[in-house]
């Protein structure tokens, strides 16, 4: 039996797998259903449709930044089955709403005014519950896991988590809205179910919570009405000191803090990259709604591909020794995606190609497998430096340097987000702006071979 079947078989396992599953599944067919719709349906102009997907993954984003030092806290002092169950009860309340928004888009009803604002705040929520439980996802499974089968659970949980987007973004791209509407109540409930099976996981010290604004600031005596008005400032306040001191004890461990930029770097392409592709089909390759859906699933597949293939060739030790090389292919491989899409020929008639069609292009599978070369490689690049940050840390750390990897990740995509949409504003064509993407696979070359040198270091230094 190997070890990945054997973990699917073990209760303290296989909850969290598939309430993680459900939890990516649900995020990405209401999020790609609500992006779908409003590019393909309402909006008409390829810098308008940049940067409203450019903004709407700001949005998403924006919640890693804002919450990520406050999960990790909260996920290191309190039992974090616990915080699954709660944060998978509070789904349900968002998916009502987004519900509401997406029907409202679909009737066309007050569209700009009411449903595409309550469409992105939703998205915000959505976000937040994924804030909230991404420390966990990760630490909890050294607690949960024997040592040698931590990799393998870490790779498990990667590939479950990207095969969930591929099966959300693609029934977002097939199916009606409507029918989106009663997909994402239903996996929400079915969601908080399976949550309620994940066991215990309580806080392994006896670290206590600090918030050294906001603790003060309730001892002064002021007016309630005064304290009502001035918490947000202070709360916010607040967060800012917690994530820069998260950020700086992560520090301390050279190999921690260098895997954290290294995957920081990763999600800045990603996040650049899902910028671009619906736009990009739209308008470069003359692709319609259920080709753009074709490409995100391809990401998601390479991912889950590369995640798996790591596993296989680390043979379960937890090593950056192949980061390096996976990032450069990476880059080989976006390098043969932008040629293939420059060259791609224009479509007089400006229909748009359902996937039926458009696959019969000379060029079309070889862009597909250029696409998914690079997003295997992106896998197996990533993969491992999540390890790291579980195996690295102190036991009792774990949460909060995951809560560290998240902002610092969340950042990066903000960086690389905000720079799409401002070359879509300035009208650099989406399909030059792949070129950016390609320069960041040489700094996350460069990084992924200081982490191994790193590693190499740390060997010696301590050789058990």
């Not at 400032?233 to 301390?252: H, N």
Request: with cysteine.
């Amino acid at each position: 039996m190997t070890t990945s079947t054997h973990l699917m078989r073990k209760k303290n396992f296989l909850p969290l797998m598939i309430t993680q599953f459900f939890n990516a599944f649900n995020d990405n067919l209401y999020r790609y259903a609500a992006l779908f719709f409003v590019v393909y349906m309402i909006f008409n102009d390829e810098s308008t449709e940049g940067a409203f997907s450019g903004f709407a993954s700001f949005i998403f984003i924006l919640p890693f930044v804002l919450f990520s030092a406050l999960a990790g806290q909260l996920a290191d002092t309190r039992d974090k089955a616990a915080i699954i169950r709660i944060v998978k009860l509070c789904e349900i309340g968002w998916v009502a709403l987004g519900a509401v928004g997406l029907y409202m888009a679909w009737m066309g009803i007050a569209v700009y005014e009411i449903a595409i604002p309550l469409l992105l705040i939703v998205t915000f929520l959505a976000a937040t519950q994924s804030a909230f439980l991404g420390p966990i996802k990760y630490a909890i499974l050294p607690q949960h896991l024997n040592k040698e089968e931590v990799l393998a659970g870490t790779g498990l949980v990667e590939a479950g988590t990207y095969i969930a987007i591929l099966a959300g973004t693609i029934l977002a791209g097939v199916i009606p809205v409507e029918w989106a509407i009663i997909g994402i109540i239903v996996t929400a409930l079915v969601g908080y179910i399976s949550a309620r099976y994940v066991p215990d996981a309580p806080p392994q010290s006896d670290y206590e919570m600090h918030f050294p604004l906001l603790e003060p600031y309730r001892e002064k005596t002021k007016s309630r009405i005064e304290r009502w008005l001035g918490y947000p400032f202070v709360a916010i306040a607040d967060q800012a000191v917690m994530s820069y001191r998260l950020i700086k004890e992560t520090t301390q461990n050279r190999e921690i803090w260098l895997a954290i930029i290294a995957i920081s770097f990763f999600w800045s392409i990603g996040a650049v990259l899902f910028v671009l592709f619906l736009p990009l089909a739209k308008n470069q390759l003359s692709a319609a709604q259920d080709v753009a859906s074709l490409f995100l699933v391809i990401f998601s597949l390479g991912i889950a591909i590369g995640s798996v293939c790591i596993n296989a060739l680390l043979k379960g030790k937890v090593s950056a020794r192949y980061s390096a090389a996976s990032v450069v292919a990476m880059g080989g491989f976006v390098l043969g995606f932008y040629l293939i899409s420059k060259s791609w020929p224009i479509n007089e008639t400006g229909a748009l190609l359902t996937w039926t069609d458009w696959i019969l292009e000379p060029m079309a599978v070889p862009l597909s497998l250029t696409l998914l070369g690079m997003t295997t490689a992106g896998g197996m690049f990533v993969v491992p430096l999540y390890a790291f940050l579980t195996t690295r840390c102190a036991d009792d750390a774990a949460s909060r340097t995951i809560a560290a990897n998240n902002i610092l990740n969340s950042l990066g995509m903000v960086t690389g987000s905000a720079i799409a949409i401002g070359f879509s504003s300035i009208g650099i064509p989406v399909v030059d702006q792949v070129l950016f993407v390609a320069a960041l696979t040489v700094v996350s070359a460069w990084l992924g071979w200081m982490l191994y040198s790193a590693e190499k270091e740390a060997e010696l230094s301590d050789p058990a």
